[in-house]
């Protein structure tokens, strides 16, 4: 990476021992379209699609803006990179993305065939991964999707967290 930013470089000291280093800056750059969403009033997540080392397709949340509910950073993400690769699926893809999946988005990410789904902080309320239903994983589901938590965490669940807090005040 050419140009850091002071916060890209913190998280890269501090956790880059912990995960590999593809994993923190890919979330990174996630972590970079969630702050987008926050600019424009929408809740704050964002998602990369990576496909042999380099990533082909951003989203970030905007539901609000587009008055679409499906608008979901993973969903704008997926649907950049099937155009980019002109193929509705992405096998060998991985998706970066900043808080766990719904089940609307991990549906679709089990539909695409992505390889691996890899989130920042977990979902209590709505993940679909582990933490309220099981879907990307699912046996019963003719296609499973592996999937990682925890890249950056703490960094993905304090844009979210921040952005609440200052909605309440
Ligand atoms: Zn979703």
Same mark, same amino acid.
């Given at each position: 990476m %050419?140009?850091?930013?002071?916060?890209?470089?913190?998280?890269d000291?501090?956790v880059?021992?912990?995960h590999g280093?593809?994993?923190i800056?890919f979330m990174t750059?996630?972590l @970079?379209e969630?702050a987008?969403?926050?600019?424009? *009033?929408?809740?704050?997540?964002g998602?990369?699609?990576? @496909?042999?080392?380099?990533?082909?397709a951003? *989203?970030? +949340?905007?539901?609000?803006?587009d008055s679409d509910?499906t608008?979901?950073a993973?969903?704008?993400?997926?649907r950049?990179?099937a155009?980019k690769?002109?193929n509705?699926r992405?096998?060998?893809c991985?998706?970066?993305?900043?808080i766990?999946?719904?089940?609307?988005?991990a549906? %679709?990410?089990v539909?695409a065939r992505i390889?691996?789904?890899?989130?920042? %902080?977990a979902? @209590?309320?709505?993940?679909?991964c582990k933490s309220?239903l099981k879907v990307a *994983?699912n046996?019963k589901? +003719?296609?499973r999707?592996?999937f990682k *938590?925890?890249v950056?965490?703490e960094?993905? %669940?304090?844009i979210?967290q921040?952005?609440?807090?200052n @909605?309440r005040?």
């Amino acid at each position: 990476m %050419a140009k850091q930013s002071g916060l890209t470089k913190k998280i890269d000291c501090r956790v880059a021992c912990v995960h590999g280093d593809n994993d923190i800056q890919f979330m990174t750059m996630a972590l @970079k379209e969630a702050a987008k969403a926050e600019k424009i *009033g929408e809740v704050p997540v964002g998602a990369v699609i990576v @496909k042999d080392g380099k990533i082909i397709a951003k *989203g970030f +949340n905007r539901c609000i803006t587009d008055s679409d509910p499906t608008a979901h950073a993973e969903i704008i993400a997926l649907r950049k990179a099937a155009k980019k690769l002109s193929n509705y699926r992405l096998n060998g893809c991985n998706i970066y993305v900043t808080i766990e999946p719904c089940p609307m988005c991990a549906g %679709a990410l089990v539909n695409a065939r992505i390889s691996k789904i890899y989130f920042g %902080a977990a979902d @209590k309320k709505a993940g679909a991964c582990k933490s309220v239903l099981k879907v990307a *994983g699912n046996k019963k589901l +003719n296609h499973r999707v592996a999937f990682k *938590g925890g890249v950056l965490k703490e960094e993905c %669940a304090k844009i979210i967290q921040q952005f609440f807090k200052n @909605k309440r005040n």
